[in-house]
């Protein structure tokens, strides 16, 4: 029997994916990504992963290969998605840009992109989740590097995203916030049925948010699994290592 997992529609596929700069060379032979899955990717530095990351947010053309994403196909040769496509997807980076703007501008900001009306009564949850009803009139320059972070991640989700991307999203955040902006994104995970891929440098922030788990190495995959198979019996002695720390980066 599938487990629910793997019975979750398929996202994203890529095939035969290779992205080269030269010294570096990034190859993702086969992967696909489903529909309400957390997908974490770990990795030393210099792995791949923000380069994947990219791929997916279609902000770096492949060399090769194609990616599939909601039934379309895009080839290195034509990777230029529908904008409709586009607008169902979705980055937080590890340093919010913020419109120098109030923080309601910042978050109703894709809302107007879209040319979408400003449902309140469906961001308050979004707003409320994250702390931010106190401080919706303050200009975002004046925000702390938490509330900052937890604003750009409101702006992310406004729109239901099909597709969240977050790369080291908490990376220079203390606990609280980083509590406050995991607890939002499982929720929204659970809710709608997105497709998420974290990139953390944090496995034990993998192990609390993960569905999935991969383990990027020098441009290749090590290892995809559950994270339950993955933390307590990977397959690969790469994986293994990795996790145990014997891999310094
Ligand atoms: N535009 C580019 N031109 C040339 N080389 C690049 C470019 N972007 C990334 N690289 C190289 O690709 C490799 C992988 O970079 P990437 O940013 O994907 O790593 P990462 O796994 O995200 O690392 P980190 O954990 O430090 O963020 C690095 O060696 C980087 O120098
Ligand atoms: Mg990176």
Same mark, same amino acid.
């Not at 910042?106 to 040319?115: A, D, H, S, T």
């Not at 509330?147 to 969240?164: D, G, M, N, T």
């Given at each position: ?16 994916? *290779? $992205?080269?700069?030269? #010294? ?14 957390? &997908?974490?990717l ?6 791949g992963k923000s380069t994947l990351l990219r791929l997916l947010n279609?902000l770096t ?7 599939? /994403? &909601?039934?379309?196909?895009? /080839?290195?040769?034509? &990777?230029?998605?529908? /904008? ?5 997807i979705?980055t937080v980076f ?8 109030? *923080?309601?501008?910042?978050? *109703?900001?894709?809302? $107007? ?6 449902? $309140? ?36 989700? *406004?729109?239901?995203?099909?597709v969240?991307l977050l790369d080291e ?28 891929v974290w990139i953390?440098?944090?496995? &034990? ?17 090590? #290892? ?26």
């Amino acid at each position: 029997m599938l487990s629910q997992l793997e019975a979750r529609g398929v996202s994203y596929s890529l095939q035969g994916i *290779v $992205k080269d700069y030269g #010294e570096f060379r990034l190859t993702v032979e086969q992967l696909e990504l489903r529909e309400g899955e957390i &997908f974490c990717l770990l990795g030393p530095s210099g792995a791949g992963k923000s380069t994947l990351l990219r791929l997916l947010n279609f902000l770096t053309p492949p060399d090769s290969g194609k990616m599939t /994403l &909601f039934g379309r196909t895009y /080839l290195s040769s034509n &990777f230029t998605p529908e /904008l409709q496509i586009m607008r169902q997807i979705t980055t937080v980076f590890q340093r919010p840009a913020l419109l120098n703007e109030r *923080v309601w501008n910042n978050i *109703v900001y894709p809302l $107007k992109l879209r040319r979408q009306a400003v449902d $309140k009564a469906a961001i308050t949850p979004i707003i409320e989740r994250l702390g931010l009803s106190g401080i919706l009139d303050q200009p975002a320059a004046t925000l702390s590097g938490g509330e900052a972070q937890r604003v750009a991640l409101a702006r992310a989700l *406004v729109f239901s995203p099909k597709v969240l991307l977050l790369d080291e999203p908490t990376a220079n955040l203390d606990p609280e916030n980083i509590a406050i902006i995991e607890g939002m994104v499982t929720s929204y995970a659970a809710e709608h049925r997105s497709t998420i891929v974290w990139i953390t440098h944090n496995q &034990f922030q993998a192990r609390r948010v993960g569905d999935r788990v991969c383990l990027l190495e020098k441009g290749r995959i090590i #290892e995809v699994n559950s994270k339950e198979k993955i933390f307590s019996d990977p397959d690969n002695q790469r994986t293994r290592e990795f996790l145990c720390g014997d891999i310094l980066y």
